[in-house]
């Protein structure tokens, strides 16, 4: 069984440009997250999509950052215009869907290392 | 909100002898406690898991982790270690029935030969 992909594995950009990252996450998992790690920090929480709804998008920094999960399959987390303060890995997990009960374990990607020049 | 605090951001062992992370956290309700670990460019793989069932949990790779509620710990063991256990570990935390996990800081684990 494939993992959580995540391309690319590292971008490097300047200050303004756009990137768009993406991950498929486990053929069947039904939740899809996005963390960052920006460098000497802990990894936080930018969103939750079940299926191709948001659930929860409190993470997320601020209006530059947008994600996307049409169709409820892949998704992309596009930043536009990116800022210095944005370079740092990217993260993606997946996870089955259940109602109810504790939490099931995440399946996470290998990362997007974003660095803004 | 729930948090978690990992004690010691780098730890360092000489291969063969054990080891001990440790992670305090914080939860309003019936936490889940995870371990996962990065190695270098790879993705977090899951150690073990505590959601309520027993309080010492053995995970892969020879590593367990108790939970103790009165001292709000979920630190990691393991009894003698290996040049491959060199890596970095997160503690996470996750409230009953939120996938929403918080992740502590990371500690480093250097293994000397």
């Known amino acids: 069984e494939a993992g959580v992909t995540q391309f690319p594995s590292h971008s490097v950009i300047e200050k303004g440009q756009t990137v768009t990252l993406r991950c498929d996450p486990i053929s069947g998992h039904d939740n899809l997250y996005w963390y960052r790690r920006v460098m000497g920090k802990e990894i936080k929480f930018l969103l939750h999509?079940?299926?191709?709804?948001?659930?929860?998008e409190s993470g997320m920094p601020n209006n530059r950052f947008l994600a996307e999960r049409t169709g409820g399959t892949y998704s992309t987390l596009k930043v536009q215009p990116a800022e210095l303060e944005d370079s740092g890995v990217y993260f993606c997990a997946s996870s089955v869907l259940e109602a109810g009960g504790p939490s099931y374990e995440q399946y996470f990607g290998p990362g997007t290392r974003l660095t803004v020049t | 909100a729930q948090s978690v605090t990992q004690l010691d951001s780098h730890v360092s062992v000489s291969e063969g002898t054990p080891v001990l992370l440790r992670c305090n956290y914080s939860?309003?309700?019936?936490?889940?406690l995870f371990w996962y670990v990065q190695h270098p460019n790879k993705g977090l793989q899951l150690l073990l898991k505590y959601t309520s069932a027993a309080t010492l949990v053995k995970g892969i790779n020879g590593f367990e982790a108790e939970f103790k509620k009165s001292e709000t710990s979920f630190h990691l063991t393991k009894p003698s270690t290996h040049m491959s256990d060199a890596a970095e570990y997160f503690c996470v935390v996750s409230e009953w029935n939120n996938n929403d996990m918080r992740f502590g800081a990371g500690t480093r684990l250097t293994v000397k030969p």
């Open positions: 999509f079940v299926k191709e709804s948001k659930q929860d």
């Open positions: 939860s309003s309700y019936s936490p889940s």
